[in-house]
């Protein structure tokens, strides 16, 4: 076995290594299909990234949860702020649950048009703010202050 740069030869065929080969593609962007919460499942919003694999989330219910990406989904689908996830609850743990799936913007507006989510849920919005705010509170200017 002889080293060429990124490529390995192995008896007669070039093998090429490297993390971004090992990685593949992500080539999952066909069409599937709608998967609605069933018993013990929730439809909810990400809040923020905690860490670890784990993240903070509103749920349809009103209730915050702490969740957990499951292993299957880490470092294959990545979910961020403001995504739509579905999340399994716990009998045990009622504050906290774990993530079986990530909805794409397009699944999320169609389960909006179902009534499965509410209205008031911003289905493509990445940039959420952080304590909650209302997009439309009044904001001040400091050149406003100088003026009383």
């Known amino acids: 076995m002889r080293m060429l740069g990124l ?6 065929s070039v093998v090429a290594v490297g993390k971004n080969r090992r990685r593949g593609k992500n080539e ?13 499942q929730e439809y909810a919003q ?7 694999g784990r993240l903070e989330a509103q749920c349809i ?3 915050k949860r702490l969740c957990h990406i499951r292993g299957k989904m880490r470092k294959k689908v990545w979910v961020n702020n403001g995504d739509i996830i579905l999340i399994g609850l716990r009998d045990y743990q009622d504050a906290k649950g774990d993530v079986i ?12 048009q179902y009534g499965e ?3 008031n849920i911003r289905v493509n ?9 209302d997009e439309n509170a009044e904001f001040f200017d400091f050149d406003d202050i100088a003026e009383i």
């Open 61 to 63: 219910d009103g209730t």
């Open 117 to 119: 989510l509410p209205e």
């Open 28 to 40: 999952n962007e066909e069409k599937r299909e709608l998967i609605f919460k069933e018993d013990g």
């Open 101 to 112: 799936l990530k909805y794409m913007a397009d699944e999320a507006r169609s389960l909006k």
């Open 125 to 133: 919005d990445t940039d959420m703010n952080e304590e909650g705010e």
């Open 7 to 12: 490529y390995q030869t192995l008896s007669s």
């Open 46 to 52: 990400v809040l923020r990234m905690l860490g670890n």
